[in-house]
């Protein structure tokens, strides 16, 4: 048995940055999802962050586009951390740091503290999927857009966690393509919910948990095909707003809708932007799978700088030019919005 320090503890030794709080972030996500800022969000990281300089050497390149693009998008950096796998694999930084099966996990916490709190100093909103709910504790603080995967969206451990989260989550669809689950776990999350958890003090506590209203779907395609065209965007919506939760959506442009060809990914990202370009307010967002270089690698042996050890993504320049055409659709949109006469104040 391992001991691990308290949430509290890993977080003297890590904290956030000076610069726009991760509050600051959730509000501004949260406007997005309501419709109140017209903006494109765009989530874009690599699928797992194995080394901290190339994952900080990402964000920084990041920013940069993030910077020149804010009237137009809101750009969050995935620093994914734990990794839900269809059946074995390296769980990620967290659960294993050593990729070597060592799984030393308060090692893990350390340096993915250190490594958050890195990235939070380019100013950039983080997002992190939350597999493990009992080491949520020890990262949330520092994420302001959590996510729920294809894998344990039908979790209601993980529905009630969602519930309680202090930031907006997106829920995926399941990896067979079926949307209905996550809708189910959207309205899960927005009720009042009891959550076993840990306290700052490393404490089993429960929580009576309000329900979390930005909890929001994310289209990521499934074993059926791509999901991002069509009318499932807008026969999504219209469960959404029958629920009273957020009715746009988020495009996943990898994982079922890329067929897990990262270069496809662009296309799907094409196929959003035409759809915001010509007014589709049912859209909230895209997120990519993007790294440094683009493909992928195994793990065991010399690993190269900036390469995803999971799933394939594109590079940085790639993403940039996806964000471009993104931010020039987003634009466009909110020209149309603003002769609606219904422009973000
Ligand atoms: O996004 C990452 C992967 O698709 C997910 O963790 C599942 O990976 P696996 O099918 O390689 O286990
Ligand atoms: C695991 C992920 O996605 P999904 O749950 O859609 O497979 C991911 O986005 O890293």
Redesign the pocket.
Known sequence: MTPLQTPAQSRLAAPHPAGPSVTEHRRAIGDILDGTDDRLLVITGP??AHEETAMVEYAHGLAEAAARFADDLLVVVRV?TE???????WPGMLLDPGMDGGHDVPGGIARVRAMLSSVAETGLPIAAEFVDPMLTPFTSDLIAWGGI???TVESPVHRRMASALPMPIGVKNRTDGAVAPAIDAIAAARARQPVVTLDDAGRPVCLDSPGNRHAHLVLRGGETGPNYEGDVIADAAEALAALGAPSRVVVDC??GNSG?DHRRQPQVASAVAARVADGGRDVAGVML?SFLHEGSQSIGGALRHGVSV??SCLSLGRTTEVIEELADAARCRLGRTATAGSARS
């Open positions: 699928c797992s994914y990794k839900p796998r269809t059946r074995l694999g995967g294809a894998r990898s994982h897990k799978e999971t799933d």
